[in-house]
């Protein structure tokens, strides 16, 4: 419990400090004057859902297989695995621009001429973009040297890797895009594009990196449509975002601790569960016929049942009550966790939002979020298995992207009750 609450507390220390920054920086001509930021704002930090902390996951699994135990195979599968990680985030940077202009089109009142568009399209990708990748490329880096550090140390990597991207995704981030849409969008047309040439040709030499790897060669072929889904699911959280600031500023406080809290907990369980999968037999990609010892299904388990989820002895499967276990000791993190960090936010900021309603609808509300997608983790991750997908790569996208949509969409309900009250 230890190796996970330390991280727990750390990661969520810094999503404190990140919401801390979105609130301040809301208030910048920049987001004043392009509002459309708030959209990308939970599909770029939802980046560290789908890249980075599936990077961690893929690493930790194979550092629990042995196979990063030399220096030779740390450089060779974490050079393939950071330029993969650079690619996506060129892409799905580019491509949440693109959502964000699509969904302001048709959901704002901001009347622009096509040509406005357009110059507004392009300041977009290149924020995002330059964002996307810049951060990919850091906390990218800091995922191969965490793992490698923690193998060597004998401290289980699934415990501590996922929470450390956590702790430094949002804020870095944030920071980025911050200074990197306050740049641009003084800048002129030519700067944008040339920023956007430039990346295309990282773009490029990126794929022929991680081509060279089977590893990463696999997910540049299967490992897009997690990646991509997820985006788009995060923006719709971000529209939700865009809407609620402008109602309650004190929002953008909570939006990243209590997404975060969720995503850094759910991502440790969904790590945990691939590994020992891994473990158990051999990944055969794109079979629809996987066989684990400890599949459940062999117990007559059901999953859709939440409490093969949280009682270790509802099931007689070895794998599900070990993973009943460790969702239970998540699930006890929630409310001390954010009790804790409503306190550094308090601190920082002042207490006059935490009412006693305000403070119990929180709180249940992160209870829900997190429980719900620890029962959605166990059934997804057996369920990708099963069909030859591997979860590594496509389990932990999906589960952060809901954590974002659900944190929002609760967020929103609580601050709503909490002002009718």
Sequence with gaps: MMCVLVPYLLAGLGMVTAGLLLQRVQSWAVFRQVPQLFILVPALIGLKGNLEMTLASRLSTQANLGNLDTVAQTLSMGGANLALTQLQGIVVGGLAAGVAIIMSFFTSSTQLTAFGWLELLLMLVASSVTTASTASFVLGLVMVLVIAVSRRLGINPDNIATPVAAALGDLVTLALLSAAASVLNSSGVVLQASILGLYCLIAYYSKRLAGLSPDTADVLRTGWSPVLN????????????????????????????????????????????????????????????????????????????????????????????????????????????????????????????????????????????????????????????????????????????????????????VFLAAENS
């Design 230 to 413: 997820a985006m788009l699911i995060s923006s719709v959280g971000g529209i939700i975002l865009n809407r609620a600031i402008q109602r309650f500023n004190n929002i953008a406080l909570f939006q990243p601790v209590i997404n975060g809290v969720a995503g850094n907990l759910v991502s440790i369980q969904a790590s945990r569960l691939s590994t020992a999968m891994h473990r158990s037999s051999n990944f055969d990609e794109g079979s629809s016929t996987q066989h684990q010892s400890a599949d459940p299904g062999d117990q007559g388990c059901n999953l859709i049942n939440p409490a093969y989820t949280f009682s270790p002895c509802s099931c007689p499967s070895p794998s599900l009550k070990t993973n009943a276990v460790a969702a239970k000791a998540l699930l006890l993190l929630v409310v001390p966790g954010h009790i804790i960090f409503n306190i550094a936010i308090g601190v920082s900021n002042g207490f006059q939002v935490f009412s006693p309603l305000f403070t119990i609808l929180y709180l249940v509300a992160a209870i829900f979020q997190v429980a719900l997608l620890l029962y959605i983790a166990n059934m997804m991750v057996f369920k990708m298995w099963r069909m030859g997908i591997n979860p590594d790569n496509a389990a932990i996208p999906y589960l952060t992207a809901l954590g974002d949509l659900l944190g929002g969409a609760l967020l929103t309900v």
